[in-house]
Nanobody, 121 residues
């Protein structure tokens, strides 16, 4: 199965912004929801945000609400995660995923390679 490819990570100071992008082939993008997870050092992987194929269902974990915005461009087979007002605790490897919504809950089915986001104080 073709994995989505995430990019856009980097080093930024607290309060700064980054935009992550995730491109996928058409057969792993069309009709699927997309989501982002992250894993900080020594912590379990956690859900960050997801968006349905149509964009009418969007979910965020509480800690990023009001700061992160997920969006997608279906013509470009790309999903984005705009991250503003970044905090040190946002430091993690971010993973782009492909999945589906089941009863309002996003379930990833495939994982891309992670991209590192480091926020300095």
């Amino acid at each position: 199965q073709v994995q989505p490819v995430g990019s856009g990570g980097g080093l930024v100071q607290a309060g700064g912004s980054l935009r992550l992008s995730c491109a996928a082939s058409g057969r792993t993008f069309i009709g699927y929801a997309k989501g982002w997870f992250r894993q900080a050092p020594g912590k379990e992987r956690e859900f960050v945000s997801a968006i349905s194929w149509s964009g009418d269902a969007i979910t965020y974990t509480d800690s990023v609400k009001g700061r992160f915005t997920i969006s997608r461009d279906n013509a470009q087979n790309t999903v984005y995660l705009q991250m503003n007002n970044l905090k040190v605790e946002d430091t993690a490897v971010y993973y782009c995923t492909t999945g589906l919504y089941y009863s309002g809950t996003y379930r990833p089915e495939s994982w891309g390679q992670g991209t590192q986001v480091t926020v300095s104080s």
